[in-house]
């Protein structure tokens, strides 16, 4: 394994990626530390005030702090710096969630389809039907069904990305169970299911990660534009999406609001994306060649 | 004396830093004069291959030629243009490689591929050239020329797909032919009838032939004069008779004597012991069906007849595509047969499901062509091994020490089981996999062509091995191979399989001797040469 780490440590798209989620990742721990309000306090002294502007919030319990307002505040006097640091937590637990989620129900979906064959033309019909929705409307849909919160939005971006992981699974199973090594232990009286976990899983392990840092990423953006469109999370949960669409009103007058979460946003999907680019060309033996030799 | 056609100087080919070696090839030196032949033999990582593209200029850029230089008809080709290789390719150059499936365009129908190469090197008219193609084509032998010319290469046998190959490589009568071991994806017959096509084209045209091949078999066939290379080295350079009958160096004998002999040795005691494992009127047909539901079968094995007593080594011979690794899957039962009975010793075992056939499995193993796939690349060699037994209800300590019982038994030290598959070499692998097949108690071990795979010295060493634990275990060995020279050596009855059916079977000195059957009889004149006795070495 050591020689696979080194190899992943001097990809240069994986060390930044991996940084800029690490700071990403620091961010959303340490939230409450960093000179942040109550993301869900207003305080209507300061609606509307500018970026870097420095002023006491007043805030729900009545106490008073002294406050630099970073990335100024929203029309209902709501610190943005707070909002946008809090939003780290939703967006990278969104995306990791989303892409654990896929990846495990799609990885049982694909394996079941790629080794018994009975389960094969049935599963991947139904997967058929589900990838002809376009992805953002059944994700619309399905919050609209479930209702806001974050399990739902989570399982909604979900489920529209299953039947790629479905697919891709089922391939790599395709070809992993002609393998001499799964034959040998099917001579061995290895139990299937055994077979399954120990034989075959661990050498998909690869292209599934690779896969699961796209569906991150998009989940990442997916979510961010559901609650653009009023669809995600309630504003009392501050997310990059919510924070933009409560921007958009006043986009002209105070662009901030929109911007800031923006720039946070964007090289958060950038980080996650290169990320899965580099782990692919590393891990991924198709690729492998392209770089070394 | 005429000037060669081919001359390398001191040629050394250096690797990226920090491989097992600082040069693929190494102040090699070699000539080839117009209508000769010159074999280049040498194992797996000998650096011949190097050797060879470096001169075809299809060096991968990691590689670089840092010394000595190659003439081509008194030019150098080291310091040539890239466009300059490109005319001299085709023209002056022509290539034949190992795998004619890979070396074809598989979207552009052969006539188109040829044509391609006579546009870009001739003013020919399209009549003339068509005309040459038809020529050409009816001159390497390939059926129906006008019909080839309008076939993809996927419809094509392997054989004529490498007479394609060598259609382009001769078409413009090139004065150097290079064969990268150009018969070893194929079959013997096949191979025979290349290797006697390529040395009449050189005949008729006078070209000088450089042939890269592992196989001294061929070597024996074709070479005027043979070069031995080790570890990107020469060992010998000398006449064909020469190497093989007088060889100086002892890299050479070693190779030479790790071949196995054509002719079987004296015959074991027939086995007495009890009957492990067989088969009676054993079939398979797969079923297709088409877009209107109407069934096609394929027969792939019909009416096997086997029987397979303990400490017997029977050998399954035949060429792809005969049925032969069928015929062995339905045994193991990897595959379900569709007709006839199987006994796992006392247990008919023929559509037992899988869950009744699994406290039975232990009886029968499996050891893989491939050593590179036959062991999980993400589990350790241990973990590999103590699988078997732990299924077939041993404690982890139990199995734990019969693993380390085993890795001495194949001779890999105790300490490997904790790496990964991937730190061994191919030979190392296969005796891996021996093992963990030996660590369930099997009465019977199918090898599907274990020794295929390997080089003719660790080849050897496998065979002694399979034999050791055979005599030790006393079990029957079911060996599938289409090598007949090993067959020759290591088992005591051969099957002969054709088109899915047992065309004969015996003792194998008697089916060596006196072939019924008229395949049999094809297959057996088709091996290579017999390699001429070495003599003895003066002190």
């Known amino acids: 394994m050591a020689p696979v780490l080194r190899s992943l440590l001097s990809h240069g798209a994986v060390r930044f990626g991996a940084g800029v989620l690490a700071v990403l990742l620091m961010i959303a721990a340490l939230s409450p530390w960093l000179g942040t309000v109550d993301p869900a306090a207003m305080d209507s002294a300061h609606i509307n005030t500018g970026a870097g502007s420095v002023g006491e919030f007043a805030l729900l319990d009545g106490r008073t702090v002294a406050h630099t307002f970073w990335m100024g505040a929203d029309n209902f006097g709501r610190d943005i710096y707070s909002r946008v640091l809090y939003g780290t937590r939703i967006s990278l637990l969104v995306g990791v969630c989303t892409a654990l989620v896929a990846l495990s129900v799609g990885g049982v979906l694909g394996m079941l389809a790629g080794y018994f064959r009975a389960m094969d033309a049935v599963l991947m019909r139904v997967m058929d039907g589900l990838m002809a929705i376009p992805a953002i409307l059944l994700a619309i849909a399905l919050v609209a069904a479930l209702g806001a919160q974050v399990w739902t939005v989570v399982v909604a971006i979900a489920i529209p990305e299953i039947p790629r992981v479905t697919r891709l699974v089922r391939s790599l199973v395709l070809t992993l169970r002609e393998e001499p090594f799964v034959e040998a232990a099917k001579a061995l009286a290895t139990p299937t299911p055994v077979i399954l976990m120990r034989h075959i899983l661990p050498n998909a392990m690869a292209p599934l990660i690779v896969q699961g840092t796209f569906i991150a990423a998009s989940a990442v953006l997916t979510e961010a534009i559901l609650s653009f469109l009023g669809l995600g999370l309630p504003a009392d949960i501050p997310t990059w999406g919510n924070i933009m669409a409560e921007g958009r009103v006043q986009f002209t007058q105070y662009p901030g609001n929109v911007l800031f979460p923006a720039l946070f946003l964007v090289p958060t999907v950038l980080a996650i994306n290169l990320l899965g680019d580099g782990l692919r060309d590393v891990l991924d033996p198709k690729f492998a060649k392209r770089g070394g030799a | ?539």
């Open chain 2, 1 to 539: 004396m005429t000037q060669a056609v081919l001359s390398i100087q001191g040629l050394t080919v250096a690797l990226p830093a920090g491989g097992d070696r600082a040069h693929a090839v190494q102040s090699v030196s070699l000539q080839i004069e117009a209508g000769r032949t010159l074999c280049v033999v040498g194992e797996s990582g000998s650096g011949k291959s190097v050797m060879a593209t470096t001169v075809m200029g299809l060096l991968d850029k990691a590689l670089k030629p840092v010394a000595g230089d190659i003439l081509l008809n008194g030019e150098s080709l080291l310091g040539a243009s890239a466009a300059r290789m490109r005319e001299l390719r085709g023209q002056t150059l022509g290539m034949v490689f190992q795998e004619p499936m890979t070396a074809l365009n598989p979207v552009m129908t052969c006539g188109d591929q040829v044509d391609e190469l006579l546009t870009t090197h001739t003013q020919w008219s399209a009549e003339e050239r068509r005309a040459e193609i038809l020529r050409v084509f009816e001159r390497v032998r390939l059926p129906e020329p006008e019909r080839m010319l309008r076939s993809y290469p996927h419809q094509l046998s392997g054989g004529q797909r490498q007479r394609i190959v060598i259609a382009m490589a001769v078409i413009l009568k090139p004065a150097l032919l290079i064969c990268d071991e150009p018969t070893t994806a194929l079959d013997v017959t096949t191979q025979q009838e290349i290797l006697r096509l390529i040395a009449d084209l050189q005949r008729e045209q006078g070209s000088a032939v450089l042939f890269i091949t592992h196989d001294m078999g061929v070597v024996a066939e074709i070479a005027d004069q043979v070069l031995v290379m080790n570890q990107g080295e020469v060992v010998e350079s000398a006449a064909r008779d020469e190497v093989l009958c007088r060889p100086r160096a002892a890299y050479t004998r070693q190779l030479l004597s790790a071949v196995p002999a054509m002719t079987p040795p004296a015959p074991r005691p027939v086995a007495t012991g009890a009957v492990q494992l067989a088969g009676q009127d054993v079939g398979k047909t797969y079923v297709t069906r088409d877009w209107l539901g109407r069934a096609r079968p394929t027969v792939a094995l019909e009416h096997a007849e086997l029987a397979l007593r303990a400490g017997e080594t029977v050998g399954v011979v035949g060429e792809s595509g005969s049925g032969k690794s069928t015929l062995a899957r339905c045994l193991i039962r990897l595959i379900d047969p569709t007709a006839g009975r199987i006994h796992w010793g006392d247990a008919e075992v023929a559509y037992l499901p899988e869950s009744q056939l699994r406290p039975l499995r232990h009886r029968v193993q499996v050891v893989f062509q491939d050593p590179n796939r036959s062991l999980n690349p993400r589990r350790t060699v241990g973990q590999s091994l103590i699988e078997g037994a732990m299924n077939f209800g041993q404690s982890r300590q139990d199995a734990e020490a019969l693993a380390a019982d085993l890795m001495q038994q194949v001779r890999l030290p105790v300490e490997a089981l904790k790496r990964y598959p991937s730190q061994f070499s191919g030979g190392q692998r296969q005796r891996l996999a021996i093992a963990r097949a030996l660590a369930c108690r099997p009465q019977v071990l199918v090898a599907d062509e274990a020794v295929s795979a390997l080089d003719v010295s660790v080849q050897a060493q496998i065979l002694t091995l399979l034999r050791e634990v055979q005599d030790r275990l006393g079990l029957g060995l079911l060996f599938i191979t289409h090598d007949l020279r090993v067959a020759a050596q290591l088992c005591d009855r051969v099957l002969v399989m054709h088109q899915g059916h047992i065309v004969e079977q015996g003792p194998t000195a008697q089916v060596y001797a006196q072939p019924s059957h008229a395949y049999t009889r094809r297959l057996l004149d088709a091996a290579p040469a017999a390699l001429p006795a070495m003599e003895p070495v003066h002190s």
